[in-house]
């Protein structure tokens, strides 16, 4: 299923959509350069505005404030193959389902074999929080995490363009 996946980045225009309301600074500069170097269009989509590099492949779309209204403005509009970058679970398993892939911030590539398993604990730990249990937010962005990032991302852009130059070569 996940090698499907990969596959159909391999065939289709990629693009990247950011979850950019809790995507950390330093992961969103990765993906500019990424967009400059590839020409891979990254779309950033908040409810508040969110600096952009001048760059004609990188873009930035605010929607209304509101609960998922990002979340949502993504799933409308990104296609089988591309790239959402979140860690959003329940955003990450509504990709999944499009066709899409899902990369978390801290370079965790979402699949369909362990995303139920996500949804369950997310949905426990909102049962945990709701009953009082204080349960700690998630751990500072590692150096590591941003090299298990960057690692997936260039994977991930490495298939797209060799996908790409082969379907130009059959065309």
Request: hydrophobic share 40%.
């Amino acid at each position: 299923m996940e090698l499907e996946r990969l596959r159909q980045l391999e065939r289709h225009e990629m693009k990247i959509w950011v979850d950019a309301d809790a995507c950390p600074v330093v992961i969103k500069e990765i993906l500019f350069r990424a967009a400059d170097r590839t020409g891979v269009p990254v779309t950033l989509v908040a409810n508040h505005p969110v600096r952009i590099p001048p760059s004609r492949f990188i873009k930035f779309l605010q929607v209304a404030s509101g609960f998922d209204v990002a979340d949502n403005e993504i799933v409308k509009q990104l296609s089988a193959g591309d790239l959402v970058i979140t860690s959003d679970i329940p955003l990450a398993a509504e990709v999944i389902e499009k066709g899409a892939c899902a990369l978390s911030p801290r370079g965790e590539l979402y699949s369909g074999d362990s995303i139920g398993a996500r949804l369950n604990m997310r949905d426990f730990m909102d049962t945990m929080r709701a009953s009082g249990i204080d349960t700690g937010g998630p751990p500072a962005l590692s150096q590591s995490d941003r090299q298990s990032f960057a690692r997936h991302l260039d994977t991930m852009l490495a298939r797209y363009a060799a996908g790409s130059q082969g379907t130009a070569r059959h065309s």
